[in-house]
């Protein structure tokens, strides 16, 4: 394997260049219109244009991104996360044109991302799944007859899409009077994310907590488990925060839930880097909830407690080689690994999204600090995709070391021009059920926003009278620094307005 | 220089005098003195003194974004990010008695980032509540709805479900 090319954008497509570049790979990036100057493509090797920014005219076309492949002499290539990493027809399209595609087998793809046909392949491997539908509830499938089938699992319940993922496509119903409006929006969320309109539905866990094992299997038979991954603070069914170890698993459950997910993977025949999710009840027992078939966005935590580099692995494992990591190391964290998404989306609006121009980045560094990042001083953030620009990780001795590096990190982090996450995470991190590790996946939807909370409005007075000190000396010793020759000082406003126009 | 500076829920009269090498800012009649150096564009160091008459020796590193608003910014201080308005002395008294900071008049509501318009959930007459969604808007791969600041009428429902508008547009407005 002399040369990948990456079939993504963003924070990953970086973080999948760096994996080949420390392995002497060659590397080809794609990208669509507004992606020409983003930072994935200022890395790479070589660049190949696959269309407009719309991601179904460039990212998800597999003709252009097999064209580009061709066209550049690459020999395998890489899915990232998102776009096609998950999608069978991909895999099967760079298998036929002489590619490897470094992730798992097409059929494995096919099997494990329809939900359904997944809970069945735990169910066979004795793995206990949640009480739901075990088939496809397709898009023809009349209300009355989804309420009917709904009756028999009992409220409330998720309404899932069978080919879903992130969130998307996803309902919490807690009566049958809100059953035909969720399911009109999953269906219609799912068909434009996913192109399948399909669903299925499942029981609703109460306040459980979402754990999730990675998991690298080789072509030799051999399926390696990792440290479990904490990744119940969600909103909106997305992942915000995650965390390796969880606290709330012992190393007795870390046995079973490890050796669990391995059963499950195995009885596939899963081969590359996957991770099996389950919902983890407060009685400590724990159900199979589905599998992603691909590198998660959060891999990093796991790199950081266990110093394996989960991407290089899968290069390794793609071309070919057996897995030789010590099991045991892989299931003994090494101290303690946090993650924050930072997203463009601001907090203080409903986490509206704030696409537009970085107008400043300043990049925390220090100890134990991991920027994973597709964002640069002067760069754009398009509407176009998923607003995730970087991945802040932090490592500690301990769990309250790990946060208190990562407060230190989020408060050096400066993202101008756009509004971020960042005061989101400040606030997540300073409380006190989030610092006792006393949580579940409702943490967020129970806190947040919760009547008469407002968190990031209520502002230290201090804080406040520091950006208004700021504001005016920057007004100040600019009017001065514009003043005309004459002495006749020209309007601030005048001199901003232009000073923005140049910018 | 006299500015008057809007921040949280207030507006803050401010001054800055320059004496010898030190800046004399005042708020809200506290005088605050700083060793400023700019050390970027858009950054400044600051040192500031935490009482009167003692040396500015409090370490603040300030950045500021500016906004679509010439005189808008984000400030960046102490790990926080704080939006400030700033005017000349005087532009405030006027503006901010006119409606908007009060919570009346009409509430035109636009879109803040460029997106298509998938769902229009009101029509011309409809009375609406706080908080109660208006326009759902489709950017960055996620749905996002447009809600009412407070009670009222809709007066005019600029947008029809499909098309894209560009950031700013004029979605709908109540009264």
Redesign the interface.
Known sequence: MKKILIANRGEIAVRVIRACRDMGIATVAIYSECDRAALHVRLADEAWPVGPSAPRESYLRIDAIIDAAKKSGADAVHPGYGFLAENEDFAAACRDAGLVFIGPSPEAITLMGSKTAARQAAIKAGVPVVPGTEEPLSEQTSDADVLKVAEGIGYPLMLKAVAGGGG?GMRMVSSPAELPASLRAARS?AQS?FGDGAVYLERRILAPRHIEVQLLGDHYGTVLPFVERECSIQRRHQKVIEESPSLSVSPELRRRMTAAAAAVAKTVGYTNAGTIEFLLDSDGSFYFLEMNTRLQVEHPITEMVTGVDLVQWQIRIARGEPLTLDPESLLTPKAHAIECRIY?EDPE???????GRI??L?VPHGPGVRDDSGAYEGGEVP?????MISKLITWGETRDHAIARMRRA???Y?V??I?TT??FF?WILEDEDFKAARFDTTFIDRKWGAPGSSPL?S???A???????????????R?IATTVAAGEPVS??KQ??RA?AR? | MNLEIAVGNGVRAVSVTRKGALLHVSVDGRTTVVDARRVGEMELSLLVAPDDGSAPVRGVDASLAAQRTSGDFDVHVAGRTIPVQVRLAGSFGRQKTAGAAQGTGPQRITAPMPGKIVRVLVKPGDEVKARQGLVVVEAMKMENELRAARDGRVRDVAVTEGPSVDAGALLLVVE
């Open positions: 998307k969320e994310a463009a609006t409903g986490f509206m999204p704030s696409p107008q400043g300043r509407i176009f995709y998923d607003p989020l408060a050096e400066q101008r021009g509004r960042i005061p400040q409005q502002r230290d007075p804080h406040e009278e520091l950006a208004v000190i700021a504001a005016a000396i920057h007004m100040f010793t009017s601030i406003w901003a307005g923005e910018r």
